[in-house]
């Protein structure tokens, strides 16, 4: 193999993979850079400044998610130190990550309670009726924005602070000669990578296409198609991020390196439209 002679994990597959989710990578601060200066700049809304933000901390989380795959495991350490090393670059991964998603629940917060301007004022009986005159007290809308944004920040602190049996791969028992004794695992999977990535992770990042669908619904012209492209580009996204891991675990090597990043480089290209509608129209 081209380069089995060098490295111990790394073959032309990994050279793909990476090399497409380098491209993702720069694609996504691109992204950040266009919507903090051409948005935020020049209409100094938060929703950019929140939208702009996300797409820097996904660019950080998925450059270590890069280095702690592909690069990483070839260093020429002993085993323990190769899987410290590994472990600190998920963390930090796993962290800026979650940082991007508090970056989207500022987004669905400003979606979810608009400015009070632009809601109309009702006095409605009954519980539902207080409920909704409760949502448009300005000191609850700003809690519950901000309780969206601090949920996932603390998740992405426990992911920095919980202990390594939680989130250490099974498989550094076969590659590194680690004890796999003290592995907590479900299914063979690690309980808090299967907590983040099948639980916490689909609750909150599925919300937001699933909120563009319901706002295309409730809109009409550029707007809905505007709202309409988000959430496909958003499902597409979540998409890629499912079928990486996916593959990877069925051994789809080839299907695994190609698939997933190119689906979520076309996610990426399509919310860029999306947000762009009303000059590309």
């Not at 601060?29 to 929703?47: A, E, G, N, P, Q």
């Not at 907590?184 to 990578?193: H, L």
Request: charged share 15%; glycine share 8%.
């Amino acid at each position: 193999m081209l380069f089995q002679d060098y490295f111990e994990f790394f073959d032309i597959w990994s050279a793909t993979e990476s090399g497409l989710y380098f491209i993702v990578v720069g694609y996504l601060v691109l992204i950040f850079f266009y919507f903090l200066l051409m948005r935020f700049r020049t209409s100094k809304k938060v929703y950019w400044f929140y939208f702009s933000l996300l797409f820097l901390f996904l660019a950080v989380g998925r450059f270590f998610f890069i280095v702690y795959y592909y690069y990483a495991p070839e260093l020429d350490l002993a085993p323990l130190e190769i899987v410290g090393i590994l472990m600190v670059y998920y963390r930090l991964a796993t962290f800026s990550t979650w940082l991007g998603i508090a970056c989207l629940m500022g987004v669905l917060g400003i979606l979810f309670f608009p400015p009070l301007s632009d809601v109309p004022v009702e006095e409605k009986g009954g519980i539902v009726g207080k409920i909704k005159n409760l949502l448009k007290k300005k000191y609850m809308r700003i809690f519950l924005k901000a309780l969206l944004i601090l949920i996932p920040i603390g998740v992405g602190i426990a992911a920095l602070t919980l202990p390594d049996a939680l989130f250490m791969d099974p498989d550094f028992e076969d590659k590194y000669g680690i004890d796999g004794s003290f592995f907590i695992t479900i299914f063979g999977y690690p309980v808090g990578r299967a907590v983040l990535n099948f639980i916490l992770l689909p609750i909150f990042v599925a919300i937001i296409p699933f909120l563009y669908i319901y706002l295309a619904t409730r809109t009409f012209g550029v707007l809905r198609r505007s709202y309409a492209l988000n959430a496909i580009g958003f499902l597409l996204y979540v998409l890629g991020r499912i079928l990486d891991g996916l593959f990877d675990n069925m051994g789809w090597v080839h299907v695994s390196a190609l698939a997933p990043p190119l689906l979520i480089l076309l996610s990426l290209l399509i919310i860029v439209i999306a947000n762009n509608y009303e000059q590309l129209k």
